[in-house]
Protein backbone atom coordinates (compact mmCIF):
# COMPACT_ATOMS: atom_id res chain seq x y z
CA UNK A 1 0.00 0.00 0.00
CA UNK A 2 1.08 3.71 -0.75
CA UNK A 3 -0.26 6.94 0.71
CA UNK A 4 1.25 10.06 -0.92
CA UNK A 5 1.23 13.21 1.29
CA UNK A 6 1.04 16.89 -0.19
CA UNK A 7 2.96 19.54 1.61
CA UNK A 8 1.37 23.11 0.73
CA UNK A 9 3.99 25.52 2.29
CA UNK A 10 6.00 27.40 0.47
CA UNK A 11 9.05 26.22 2.72
CA UNK A 12 9.84 23.14 1.35
CA UNK A 13 11.29 21.80 4.94
CA UNK A 14 8.66 24.11 7.16
CA UNK A 15 6.27 22.77 9.60
CA UNK A 16 4.06 21.30 7.27
CA UNK A 17 6.56 19.51 6.46
CA UNK A 18 7.94 18.01 9.61
CA UNK A 19 3.89 17.60 10.94
CA UNK A 20 3.47 15.15 7.37
CA UNK A 21 6.49 13.57 8.11
CA UNK A 22 5.82 12.37 11.67
CA UNK A 23 2.58 11.04 10.40
CA UNK A 24 4.08 9.23 7.18
CA UNK A 25 6.87 7.87 9.81
CA UNK A 26 3.83 6.05 11.56
CA UNK A 27 2.83 4.52 8.19
CA UNK A 28 6.31 3.45 7.35
CA UNK A 29 6.87 1.27 10.36
CA UNK A 30 3.22 -0.55 9.43
CA UNK A 31 4.73 -1.29 6.16
CA UNK A 32 3.45 1.48 3.98
CA UNK A 33 5.07 3.62 1.04
CA UNK A 34 4.64 7.08 1.59
CA UNK A 35 5.95 10.20 -0.45
CA UNK A 36 5.66 13.72 0.57
CA UNK A 37 5.08 16.21 -2.87
CA UNK A 38 5.52 19.69 -2.32
CA UNK A 39 2.68 21.85 -3.99
CA UNK A 40 3.65 25.17 -2.19
CA UNK A 41 6.94 25.55 -3.78
CA UNK A 42 5.23 25.60 -7.31
CA UNK A 43 3.35 27.85 -9.42
CA UNK A 44 -0.05 26.39 -9.88
CA UNK A 45 -2.87 28.46 -11.30
CA UNK A 46 -6.29 28.43 -10.29
CA UNK A 47 -8.94 26.73 -11.27
CA UNK A 48 -11.33 28.74 -14.24
CA UNK A 49 -14.51 27.21 -13.71
CA UNK A 50 -13.94 26.45 -17.55
CA UNK A 51 -15.88 23.10 -16.80
CA UNK A 52 -13.38 21.14 -19.38
CA UNK A 53 -12.62 18.63 -16.84
CA UNK A 54 -16.17 17.45 -17.64
CA UNK A 55 -16.33 17.66 -21.28
CA UNK A 56 -13.59 15.43 -21.68
CA UNK A 57 -13.56 13.45 -18.47
CA UNK A 58 -9.71 12.10 -19.37
CA UNK A 59 -9.03 12.79 -15.73
CA UNK A 60 -7.00 15.92 -16.78
CA UNK A 61 -7.27 19.77 -16.03
CA UNK A 62 -6.77 21.52 -19.38
CA UNK A 63 -4.43 23.84 -17.85
CA UNK A 64 -0.95 21.87 -18.38
CA UNK A 65 1.77 24.48 -17.68
CA UNK A 66 2.22 22.87 -14.04
CA UNK A 67 1.93 19.44 -11.60
CA UNK A 68 -1.60 19.50 -11.11
CA UNK A 69 -2.09 16.32 -13.77
CA UNK A 70 0.65 14.42 -12.59
CA UNK A 71 -0.14 14.90 -8.82
CA UNK A 72 -3.86 13.60 -10.16
CA UNK A 73 -2.36 10.42 -11.02
CA UNK A 74 -0.39 10.33 -7.78
CA UNK A 75 -3.97 10.64 -6.10
CA UNK A 76 -5.20 7.95 -7.90
CA UNK A 77 -2.85 5.47 -7.96
CA UNK A 78 -2.35 6.20 -4.07
CA UNK A 79 -4.08 4.46 -1.43
CA UNK A 80 -4.08 7.11 0.92
CA UNK A 81 -3.72 10.78 0.83
CA UNK A 82 -2.57 12.93 3.25
CA UNK A 83 -3.23 17.36 2.59
CA UNK A 84 -1.22 19.37 4.79
CA UNK A 85 -1.02 23.48 4.64
CA UNK A 86 0.28 26.19 6.62
CA UNK A 87 -2.02 29.02 7.72
CA UNK A 88 -2.26 31.80 5.92
CA UNK A 89 -5.31 34.32 7.19
CA UNK A 90 -6.54 31.51 8.75
CA UNK A 91 -6.73 29.63 5.25
CA UNK A 92 -5.09 27.68 3.21
CA UNK A 93 -1.97 28.68 0.87
CA UNK A 94 -3.03 29.90 -2.03
CA UNK A 95 -0.82 26.98 -4.04
CA UNK A 96 -2.73 24.48 -2.26
CA UNK A 97 -5.93 26.12 -2.77
CA UNK A 98 -5.26 26.21 -6.36
CA UNK A 99 -4.70 22.44 -6.28
CA UNK A 100 -7.29 20.98 -4.31
CA UNK A 101 -9.84 22.88 -5.96
CA UNK A 102 -8.73 21.85 -9.65
CA UNK A 103 -7.61 17.94 -8.60
CA UNK A 104 -10.84 17.59 -6.82
CA UNK A 105 -12.79 18.93 -9.10
CA UNK A 106 -11.37 16.34 -12.20
CA UNK A 107 -11.21 13.39 -9.87
CA UNK A 108 -15.59 14.46 -8.90
CA UNK A 109 -15.73 15.08 -13.22
CA UNK A 110 -14.45 11.63 -13.60
CA UNK A 111 -16.79 9.16 -11.69
CA UNK A 112 -15.13 10.10 -8.02
CA UNK A 113 -11.46 9.11 -8.77
CA UNK A 114 -10.98 9.22 -5.14
CA UNK A 115 -14.04 7.51 -3.56
CA UNK A 116 -13.45 5.55 -0.55
CA UNK A 117 -9.59 6.38 -0.65
CA UNK A 118 -8.10 6.87 3.04
CA UNK A 119 -7.77 10.40 3.74
CA UNK A 120 -6.48 12.74 6.28
CA UNK A 121 -5.88 16.43 6.95
CA UNK A 122 -2.85 18.61 8.84
CA UNK A 123 -2.39 21.95 9.60
CA UNK A 124 0.85 23.62 11.03
CA UNK A 125 0.58 27.12 12.47
CA UNK A 126 1.85 29.28 14.50
CA UNK A 127 -0.47 30.67 17.19
CA UNK A 128 -4.64 30.58 15.86
CA UNK A 129 -6.17 29.47 12.63
CA UNK A 130 -5.11 25.97 12.68
CA UNK A 131 -8.76 25.08 13.25
CA UNK A 132 -10.32 27.13 9.74
CA UNK A 133 -7.89 25.38 7.74
CA UNK A 134 -8.05 21.74 8.94
CA UNK A 135 -11.88 21.61 8.22
CA UNK A 136 -11.14 23.69 4.74
CA UNK A 137 -8.98 20.77 4.08
CA UNK A 138 -11.82 18.13 5.33
CA UNK A 139 -14.34 19.74 2.97
CA UNK A 140 -12.38 17.91 0.29
CA UNK A 141 -12.26 14.57 1.79
CA UNK A 142 -16.25 14.38 3.09
CA UNK A 143 -17.04 16.09 -0.85
CA UNK A 144 -15.52 12.85 -2.35
CA UNK A 145 -16.44 9.78 -0.15
CA UNK A 146 -13.34 9.36 1.66
CA UNK A 147 -12.45 7.91 4.79
CA UNK A 148 -10.96 9.70 7.28
CA UNK A 149 -8.97 8.28 10.30
CA UNK A 150 -9.23 10.83 13.06
CA UNK A 151 -6.42 11.25 16.44
CA UNK A 152 -7.03 12.15 20.19
CA UNK A 153 -7.39 15.87 19.14
CA UNK A 154 -7.83 17.99 15.98
CA UNK A 155 -4.60 17.34 13.62
CA UNK A 156 -3.25 21.15 14.06
CA UNK A 157 0.37 21.38 14.86
CA UNK A 158 1.78 24.49 16.45
CA UNK A 159 5.27 26.08 15.76
CA UNK A 160 7.16 29.51 14.06
CA UNK A 161 10.38 28.23 12.70
CA UNK A 162 10.69 25.16 10.65
CA UNK A 163 11.31 22.04 13.11
CA UNK A 164 10.00 24.15 15.78
CA UNK A 165 6.57 21.89 16.11
CA UNK A 166 9.05 19.40 17.74
CA UNK A 167 8.75 21.00 20.73
CA UNK A 168 4.64 21.00 20.84
CA UNK A 169 4.62 17.61 22.47
CA UNK A 170 1.07 17.34 22.38
CA UNK A 171 1.08 17.96 18.58
CA UNK A 172 4.00 15.72 18.10
CA UNK A 173 1.67 12.84 19.74
CA UNK A 174 -1.26 14.01 17.67
CA UNK A 175 0.33 13.66 14.75
CA UNK A 176 1.67 10.13 15.54
CA UNK A 177 -1.74 8.53 16.85
CA UNK A 178 -3.42 10.14 13.30
CA UNK A 179 -0.68 7.98 11.58
CA UNK A 180 -1.52 4.81 13.62
CA UNK A 181 -5.12 5.26 13.17
CA UNK A 182 -4.66 6.02 8.96
CA UNK A 183 -2.45 2.68 9.05
CA UNK A 184 -5.12 0.43 10.77
CA UNK A 185 -7.88 2.17 8.58
CA UNK A 186 -5.82 1.49 5.30
CA UNK A 187 -5.62 -2.02 6.70
CA UNK A 188 -8.88 -2.63 7.43
CA UNK A 189 -10.09 -1.08 3.86
CA UNK A 190 -7.62 -3.79 2.60
CA UNK A 191 -8.41 -6.85 3.79
CA UNK A 192 -12.48 -5.80 3.92
CA UNK A 193 -12.34 -5.82 0.17
CA UNK A 194 -12.96 -9.12 -0.60
CA UNK A 195 -15.17 -9.76 2.19
CA UNK A 196 -17.13 -6.97 2.40
CA UNK A 197 -19.63 -5.55 -0.17
CA UNK A 198 -19.00 -2.06 -0.97
CA UNK A 199 -22.01 0.07 -1.17
CA UNK A 200 -23.19 1.05 -4.41
CA UNK A 201 -21.97 4.33 -5.76
CA UNK A 202 -24.73 6.89 -6.78
CA UNK A 203 -25.52 9.57 -9.09
CA UNK A 204 -24.52 12.80 -7.94
CA UNK A 205 -27.80 15.46 -7.36
CA UNK A 206 -27.43 18.59 -8.02
CA UNK A 207 -30.28 21.27 -7.03
CA UNK A 208 -30.49 24.71 -5.71
CA UNK A 209 -32.55 27.16 -4.23
CA UNK A 210 -34.02 29.32 -7.40
CA UNK A 211 -37.78 29.53 -7.55
Known amino acids: MKVVAFNGSPKKEGNTYHALKLVCEQLEEKGIE???VNVGIKNVKA???CNMCFKNRDEKCVIK???VNIWIQKMKEADGIILGSPVHYSSLSASMKSFLDRAFYVAGANGSLFRHKVGASVAA????G????FNELNNYLTYSEMMI?????????HGLM???V???EEGVQIMRILGKNMAYLLKLVENGKETVEAPEKERKILTNFVR
Request: with cysteine; net charge negative.
Open 34 to 36: TEI
Open 47 to 49: CTA
Open 65 to 67: NDD
Open 125 to 128: VRRS
Open 130 to 133: GLPV
Open 149 to 157: PTSNYWNVI
Open 162 to 164: PGQ
Open 166 to 168: HQD
